[in-house]
Each structure stands twice: as structure tokens, then as C-alpha cells.
């Protein structure tokens, strides 16, 4: 781990601070002393993730960049992390244009405004997504063909990311998340219902069987494979990765995983047990576009940072059952 108190405190913008993984990156920072500001729409997030952390309220991708510039000066900034995008798939395919806007002139908007006011460290939050098909244990150096316009974005805004730290002195980092669950604290969940473990507490709420698509995979048991790591690991890379972005200008794509696989299967009966159902699993078909494994080859991220993940799945599950339990609990007593 390397959140611990440091004597040469930060001050850090984080864009979409609000969020699932931004906020538990937000708290890491502020709890290790770093002056963190969040700038963050509200619209999937909310401030109350984030109580104490000043929060300015506005969608980054229309023409933000003279407003960030004025923040980033206001409030001394020496860093960025750039959380705030758009993240579904398959709203992706139906609106590819706004996935463009949203997550590739987020980037365009912050780069001007960094440039502007000098200030010259990013994180930036891209994904496994940009592999496309690509199965196995994937390198950084494997080649990017994403197949939907979500991983799209994320490839493009990497390459301007590039581009820049080519023009200017930007010291920068792309971070590929693979699969991210958890909850560093239950009220820090992902309240939205998009990935497995969440859709499949979903359907143990209905009393409805979790669905596994695909049991005739060339894996372990059949089903696909994935590498699950917990929201605080991912939390915790941003922060090491922060402090060990390399003096000189570049972007260093690093994927965040475990390097462990799991299988669906594995992961659906995990997620029955914790929740105590009796229900079974079903198979249906494959969908389109999965691969059979994806596990993320970590040994990058380790060497340059020190940075590996801690949690297990185990950890994973429970955290995020934990998470949902506070939020139906929530839901009840308004
Ligand atoms: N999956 C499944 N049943 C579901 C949701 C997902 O079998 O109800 C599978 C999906 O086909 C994939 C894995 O779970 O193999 C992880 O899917 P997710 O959408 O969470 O993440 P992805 O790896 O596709 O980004």
C-alpha cells in the first residue's frame, strides 16, 4: 500500500470525484493529507460520497476548459485525476457521437486547460475495454482493437494523452482498469447495475435465478473469465502511481488487475452464497463480443510503482453485498 502520510502534501483535481471509484480515490487522498477539489456533474455520482471534500458541479465536456483553467489556478493545483466519463457500453453503440463528446472532449477540454495554467501530472482512468477480442493475459503491448465505441473513446483519449505529452511537458499516466467490485466502505458502492456482481444481486432481489452467459468457453469451467480486483486496490494504484509518475514527459499505460482469473461460474456462486440464496444459476447463450478470458498482466504497474493488489475476490463479494444491504436499507426507511 502506498497511502500512507507524507510530508509533501498534494493538490489535486479529481473529475468525477463523486463517483464509484472516484470517490474512493478521493477519500484515500484527503485521509493522507492531499487538498483534494472534485469536479463532478452529480448526475450518476453524489456529494455525499464525499463529505468534507469541496465539490464544483458542472459536465467537463462542453467547453469547460477556460472554467478548469480559472479552478486549477484558484485552487493551486498540481495534479489531475481524470475519473468523469460516460461508462455503458451498449448506450455507447446506440449514441457513439456522445460517447465522443462526453469522454474524448472531457480529455481535449482538461489537456487545454492543464497546458494553460502548467499544470503538468494526469492520471487517467481508461480500460481493459480498449483490448477489444484480445483473450489470455494481456500486456500493455498487446494491440488495442477496441470493438465497441466506450473502449473507443478510451483508446482515443490515450492517444491524446500521447499527443500532448509530445507538445508539452506532461507527465501522465493511463491506467486500464479490468474488472473493478467492491466497497471500501458500504455507503461507497457502485450504485449502478452494469457489471456482474451487481446485476446478479439484482436478480436474487426478484427472486429471479443469476444468468451466466456461456458455458462453453475454452476455460476452466466453461464460463468466462475475468480478473475482478476491489475498488480500494484500484483506489490505492492512483495514488502510487501519482507519486511515481516518471520526471520526464510521457504517457505510461499501465493496466490494474490482479492477474488472477475467475471464472463466472466461480463468481456466481460466490455472490449466491454470500447473499444466502437457494436459487441456481442458469445458462443462456454467449453474448456478443465476450471473450473468453481476460486477465490483466500486472507485472508493469509493479515495477514502476511497487503497487499490487491485496484483496481477493472473497474480499470483493462480500464488500459489495455489504454495499447493496446499506443501500436497500437506505431505500427503505425514505
Ligand atoms: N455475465 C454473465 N451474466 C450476467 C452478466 C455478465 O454471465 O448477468 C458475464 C459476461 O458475459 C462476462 C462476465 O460476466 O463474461 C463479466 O461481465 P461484465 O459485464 O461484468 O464485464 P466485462 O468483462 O464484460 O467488461
Redesign the pocket.
Known amino acids: 500500500m502506498n497511502s500512507t502520510r507524507r510530508l509533501d502534501h498534494m493538490r489535486v483535481m479529481v473529475t468525477g470525484g463523486a463517483g464509484y471509484i472516484g470517490a474512493h480515490t478521493s477519500r484515500l487522498l484527503a485521509d493522507r493529507g492531499d487538498y483534494v477539489l472534485v469536479v463532478d456533474d452529480l448526475v450518476t455520482g453524489s456529494a455525499d460520497r464525499i463529505p468534507g471534500i469541496p465539490v464544483v458541479s458542472f459536465n467537463l465536456a462542453n467547453g469547460s476548459s477556460a472554467r478548469l483553467e480559472s479552478l486549477m489556478r484558484e485552487h493551486r493545483i498540481d495534479a489531475v485525476i481524470h475519473f468523469a466519463a460516460q461508462k455503458q457500453v451498449g448506450e455507447s453503440v446506440e449514441k457513439p457521437a456522445w460517447y465522443y463528446e462526453q469522454n474524448v472532449g472531457s480529455v481535449a477540454q482538461l489537456l487545454m486547460a492543464m497546458q494553460q495554467a502548467e499544470v503538468h501530472k494526469l492520471v487517467f482512468s481508461s480500460s481493459a475495454?480498449v483490448y477489444g477480442e484480445a483473450s489470455g493475459t494481456i500486456t500493455e503491448d498487446a494491440v488495442a482493437r477496441p470493438i465497441n465505441p466506450y473502449g473507443a473513446t478510451k483508446l482515443a483519449a490515450e492517444q491524446l494523452i500521447s499527443a500532448s505529452a509530445l507538445s508539452w511537458p506532461l507527465r501522465a499516466a493511463s491506467l486500464r482498469y479490468f474488472?473493478v467490485g467492491g466497497a471500501g466502505r458500504p455507503e461507497l458502492g457502485d450504485t449502478q447495475t452494469l457489471?456482474?456482481i451487481p446485476?446478479?444481486f439484482e436478480q436474487i432481489a426478484a427472486h429471479k435465478s443469476?444468468?451466466?452467459?456461456?458455458n462453453d468457453y475454452d476455460t476452466v469451467d466453461g464460463t468466462?473469465v475475468?480478473d475482478y480486483v476491489h475498488v480500494s486496490d484500484v483506489a490505492d494504484a492512483h495514488l502510487a502511481v501519482l507519486d511515481a509518475l516518471p520526471d520526464e514527459p510521457g504517457n505510461e499505460v499501465l493496466n490494474i488487475g490482479t492477474g488472477v482469473g475467475t471464472s463466472?461460474r466461480e463468481m456466481v456462486d460466490a455472490i449466491l452464497a454470500v447473499s444466502g440464496s437457494d436459487l441456481i444459476a442458469e445458462v443462456r447463450e454467449r453474448?456478443r463480443g465476450?471473450p473468453a478470458a481476460?486477465v490483466g498482466a500486472v507485472d508493469r504497474m509493479k515495477e514502476l510503482t511497487g503497487w499490487s493488489a491485496t484483496m481477493s475476490v472473497a474480499d470483493i463479494v462480500e464488500s459489495a453485498w455489504e454495499s447493496r444491504q446499506y443501500f436497500a436499507a437506505l431505500a427503505q426507511r425514505s
Open positions: 475495454a474488472n457489471n456482474l446485476i446478479c443469476p444468468l451466466i452467459f456461456g468466462c475475468r463466472v453474448r465476450d481476460v
